[in-house]
């Protein structure tokens, strides 16, 4: 089973800073990486699919990078909207899995 | 416009068994393209994915849980249920379905319903 890391546990920041979310793959995940954002009551929400693809209606401050084992989620500059828990999941090899998790939250 | 809803007890005894239903529309689960799957997030905890079903019927199951799940579907009635035997109260969590296209990673989702496992 993939063992998806994410870091850090809890991020920090500012409206209208930006923000880097890592996440590390236990082995390859080819390109296969997603990234879900999720509100408190909320189900996930779908931003990036195969590592670097914006979900359909997803803002351009959103990107995502990276390949094999190591991807970045990056908002550009954060709108107070963003602050939220982001996860991100492989389906390069079933069982799919997903990471714990990176808090955003408003400094 | 496509939209999941899942259905069941929000309440079961500790050794019960599970059963909820994803009801769905806007797609159809006879598309060749389309499967849908199980997730659960314990109270502030992380998403676990459970199982998933293909539009071949085919299934993949949590390695860890795979023993007490049944994933199946009534493409008539739009519908995928699960069951998960022996609940526990450590199975407390919101249990969420999902869309999942070939190709493609979860792109719709039900609103999720909260099962508390309780005497």
């Known amino acids: 089973e993939i063992v998806l890391t994410q870091s850090p546990a809890t991020l920090s920041l500012s409206p209208g800073e930006r923000a880097t979310l890592s996440c590390r793959a236990s082995q390859s995940v080819s390109s296969y990486l997603a990234w879900y954002q999720q509100k408190p009551g909320q189900a996930p929400r779908l931003l990036i699919y195969d590592a670097s693809n914006r979900a359909t209606g997803i803002p351009a401050r959103f990107s995502g990078s990276g390949s094999g084992t190591d991807f970045t989620l990056t908002i550009s500059s954060l709108e107070p909207e963003d602050f939220a828990v982001y996860y991100c999941?492989?389906?390069?090899?079933?069982?799919?899995?997903f990471g714990q998790g990176t808090k955003l939250e408003i400094k | 416009q496509v939209t999941l809803k899942e259905s069941g007890p929000v309440l079961v005894k500790p050794t019960e068994t599970l059963t909820l239903t994803c009801t769905v529309s806007?797609?159809?689960?006879?598309?060749?393209?389309?499967?849908v799957s199980w997730i659960r997030q314990p109270p502030g905890k992380a998403l676990e994915w459970l199982a998933h079903?293909?539009?071949?019927?085919?299934?993949s199951y949590s390695t860890s849980l795979k023993s007490r799940l049944t994933i199946s579907k009534d493409t008539s009635k739009s519908q995928v249920v699960l069951t998960m035997t022996n609940m526990d109260p450590v199975d407390t969590a919101t249990y969420y379905c999902a869309r999942m296209p070939l190709e493609l990673p979860f792109d719709y989702w039900g609103q999720g319903t909260l099962v508390t496992v309780s005497s």
């Open positions: 999941q492989q389906r390069s090899n079933w069982p799919q899995t």
């Open positions: 806007g797609f159809s689960l006879s598309n060749a393209r389309m499967g």
């Open positions: 079903i293909f539009s071949n019927d085919e299934k």
